[in-house]
């Protein structure tokens, strides 16, 4: 373990800039709720569909629990207690999992569950759905969780109250997959002779990027094709905790007259973190464009700086990914010699209808008999 210097100068964003993010500490919650009833039940096993967050402090905690995180539904057995991860499933899980005489209760990020919607708005308005993203489904071997679960969306439909699933022609809508940054000077391949559009996106791309891209997609569809009409997300669609965290990688290394970048930048993410390799990525790229004398590392826990001991030298700053747990922060914080008392015990979380204690035992009871 690196040694503890209580000289060293550390850096902190403030509290809404890093860490945890309220979609994640939303289903982490659930998941220990679910947990916590399951076992009044008698019931020993939970699964998560998916880690419930890209984070191992947070699913150690929750398999110590007696959790158990799978990758496919085949893993989970029949009449299992489920919990779906917060990037979003597609509807055959739930689906599929009734069918097998279990229950689910989804802990999908309220943002995520809001690019859900607007896929059912453009099936009911028969639109076209342009989904702005990162990492083509098709083309890249493994797209992210929350991309999968949205596809899905696209592919099918659940109606939850006959627990009947549709799918095929009759609700497969058009679609298009785009990146930030795709040319939008020849869009022919994407247009839609019905003319009608809805834009959707990734939660975790960024934000304000996503939001200038869209409207430029739309003026170049109307552009391309008169009369068309191009329902889109707004501002308040796209993940406010990416683009106050990834602003906060930008203050910290952001030279002012009261402000003094830090000679070392650690980002703490797990390695599956897509928002946290942005924030890695961000900083290095704003430490080559400003010409900065910055060290930028990434590290999953305290256990990691010992390997960065040469490399973590004078003002140090320090910022974390929205999947990232408040107390792996913490131990770095106090591990380099800072005040731990700066990183929040609790963050805000999105409110989940109908998943409280007495909820989730309502559902298991009704389910069990």
């Not at 453009?122 to 083309?139: F, N, Q």
């Not at 009947?164 to 009759?170: D, I, P």
């Not at 993940?239 to 290394?253: I, K, N, S």
Request: hydrophobic letters at 35%; proline letters at 4%; one cysteine or more.
């Amino acid at each position: 373990m690196i040694a503890a210097d209580m000289s060293r100068e550390i850096y902190l964003p403030g509290n809404d800039q890093f860490g945890f993010c309220e979609g994640v500490e939303a289903a982490h919650q659930l998941l220990q709720r679910v947990t916590d009833v399951a076992h009044e039940f008698g019931i020993d096993t939970v699964y998560g569909y998916h880690d419930i967050v890209h984070n191992k402090t947070v699913t150690n905690y929750h398999q110590e629990r007696g959790v158990v995180f799978v990758g496919s539904l085949e893993e989970i057995p029949e009449g299992a207690v489920s919990v779906l991860s917060a990037h979003g499933s597609s509807p055959m899980v739930p689906w599929v999992i009734k069918k097998m005489g279990g229950v689910s209760f989804d802990g999908a990020c309220a943002l995520v569950k809001h690019t859900h919607v607007g896929v059912q708005q453009a099936r009911e308005r028969d639109e076209k759905v342009l989904y702005l993203l990162e990492g083509k489904p098709g083309v890249v071997p493994k797209v992210h969780d929350e991309v999968a679960g949205t596809v899905g969306h696209m592919d099918m439909r659940l109606d939850e109250k006959t627990n009947k699933l549709y799918r095929g022609t009759r609700v497969t809508l058009r679609r298009s997959y785009i990146e930030l940054g795709d040319d939008l000077s020849d869009l022919s391949d994407i247009l839609d002779p019905l003319a009608r559009y809805r834009i959707v996106g990734q939660t975790t791309l960024l934000g304000s990027k996503c939001v200038e891209f869209r409207e430029a997609l739309a003026a170049a569809i109307i552009e391309q094709q008169p009369g068309a009409t191009v329902g889109r997300i707004n501002a308040k669609d796209v993940c406010r905790a990416v683009q106050v965290r990834q602003e906060g990688v930008r203050v910290m290394l952001r030279p002012t007259a009261d402000h003094v970048v830090p000679d070392t930048a650690i980002i703490v993410t797990d390695v599956k973190s897509k928002n946290g390799k942005s924030y890695y990525e961000l900083a290095k790229h704003l430490v080559e464009e400003n010409s900065l004398d910055t060290r930028v590392i990434a590290i999953e826990t305290a256990a990691d700086l010992a390997e960065h001991e040469a490399e973590i030298k004078g003002r140090i700053g320090i910022t974390a990914a929205a999947s990232t747990h408040d107390s792996d922060t913490r131990a770095i914080v106090e591990a380099l010699g800072g005040d731990g008392s700066k990183v929040p015990y609790e963050r805000k979380r999105f409110p989940m209808p109908d998943t409280t204690h007495e909820d989730i035992r309502r559902r298991l009871g009704e389910w069990k008999a």
